[in-house]
């Protein structure tokens, strides 16, 4: 995978059947009525029982209206998916405008991944890997590459301005 800076945004490009499928599992992570997802998603988050039960009447509803709006938008822009010139592999356009969208549901998504694979700390250590069973490491590699996309957008990774337009990488 390879991401420059467009005018429009984000591009992602030399994304494998792979990678486009875990950016397509995504909003279906996000959205997930796995109590393991909604517990990490949605965690408790005060110690007086009252005062727990007021967060989940008021707050809870806000936040999955959000994760909501989140999983549409990531939706959308993956319609916008397009085969690199050339090649199997495909490039996204994440738009300015979404990048704040996408880095939440990426997030999301990270911690839905880690909660359906029963994963701990360890298992994302230097060594972790190693030890961690084949849908784990699975998971593993899914969790490190939406990592990167994170990174890429929080500026963590130096990427090429390259002036150009999404219309300038991919095919007609």
């Given at each position: 995978m390879w991401a420059a800076r467009v005018n429009e945004g984000f591009l992602f490009g030399d994304l494998t059947p792979a990678a486009v499928e875990t950016l397509k599992g995504v909003p279906m992570l996000i959205e997930s009525s796995d109590t393991r997802v909604r517990d990490r998603l949605l965690p408790e988050t005060c110690e007086v029982e009252e005062d727990e039960e007021h967060w989940r009447q008021h707050a809870v509803p806000e936040l999955e209206r959000l994760f909501m709006s989140r999983a549409q938008l990531v939706r959308r822009d993956l319609d916008g998916l397009r085969k690199m010139p050339d090649?199997?592999?495909?490039?996204?356009?994440?738009?300015?405008?979404?990048?704040?969208?996408?880095?939440?549901?990426?997030?999301?998504?990270?911690?839905?991944?880690?909660?359906?694979?029963?994963?701990?700390?360890?298992?994302?250590?230097?060594?972790?890997?190693?030890?961690?069973?084949?849908?784990?490491?699975?998971?593993?590699?899914?969790?490190?590459?939406?990592?990167?996309?994170?990174?890429?957008?929080l500026g963590d990774y130096e990427v090429e301005d390259e002036g150009g337009s999404f219309e300038d990488f991919v095919m007609d």
């Open positions: 090649d199997t592999n495909s490039v996204l356009l994440v738009p300015d405008e979404h990048v704040n969208a996408w880095l939440a549901a990426l997030n999301a998504a990270r911690l839905a991944l880690y909660a359906l694979n029963d994963m701990t700390a360890e298992h994302l250590d230097v060594d972790g890997f190693a030890t961690a069973l084949p849908k784990q490491q699975e998971a593993i590699m899914r969790i490190e590459m939406m990592g990167e996309m994170q990174a890429v957008m």
